[in-house]
């Protein structure tokens, strides 16, 4: 029943940045893990980055030194800056947030997921 907000989404040229923010409410216990997936047509859906409330991180190597997660825990907000984006960056970001510490296997039947924001890269 935690509802998740993301926005930030939108066109963007390659090599650029973007930042999407998510925002957390109605949660019943603390949040412990926040992250990001992203689905683009015809791929997998990709675990892009995950960060828990003891500070532990995991990124996709697709993303990886590329792309940041932080939270800010007040406002139970999860934040994605994304640099040098790349065309095959274009997906749907999804935040996805969980109860449980969940590092690499965030996303089970019992987490929380947003809608979804549209990220286009393309000149």
């Known amino acids: 029943q935690v509802q998740l907000v993301e926005s930030g989404g939108g066109l963007v040229q390659p090599g650029g940045s973007l930042r999407l923010s998510c925002a957390a409410s109605?949660?019943?216990?603390?949040?412990?893990?926040m992250g990001w997936y992203r689905q683009a047509p015809g791929k997998q859906r990709e675990l892009v980055a995950a960060?828990?409330?003891?500070?532990?991180?995991a990124y996709a190597d697709s993303g990886k030194g590329r792309f940041t997660i932080s939270r800010d825990f007040a406002a139970n907000t999860a934040t994605l800056q994304m640099n040098s984006l790349k065309p095959e960056d274009t997906a749907v970001y999804y935040c996805?947030?969980?109860?449980?510490?969940?590092?690499?296997?965030?996303?089970?039947?019992?987490?929380?997921w947003g809608q979804g924001t549209q990220v286009t890269v393309s000149s």
């Open positions: 996805v947030a969980s109860w449980y510490y969940r590092l690499y296997d965030l996303g089970a039947e019992d987490d929380f």
């Open positions: 109605g949660s019943r216990f603390a949040i412990n893990t």
């Open positions: 960060l828990t409330s003891g500070g532990s991180t």
